[in-house]
């Protein structure tokens, strides 16, 4: 996985797992319900659509054929 999304993904992860458990604590629930919804919503982008990266399927296939 590229360096940078390593990055972008920590960041996201963390954000939804902190707006998670502690909404209140630092802004309101409903701010925090948008920022988990916008966290989620760009990992999943990123998942999708990033060409630097090779998702944990593409490298189990490439794998599963180097064994053959």
Known sequence: MHNNCNWIESILA????????WPT???SAMI???IIVVSA????LHALFCKKCEGLCTGMMK???KRR
């Open 14 to 21: 963390t954000a939804i797992l902190v707006f998670t458990f």
């Open 25 to 27: 604590a630092i802004v």
């Open 32 to 34: 925090s319900k948008w």
């Open 41 to 44: 919503a760009l990992l999943l």
């Open 63 to 65: 794998s599963g054929r």
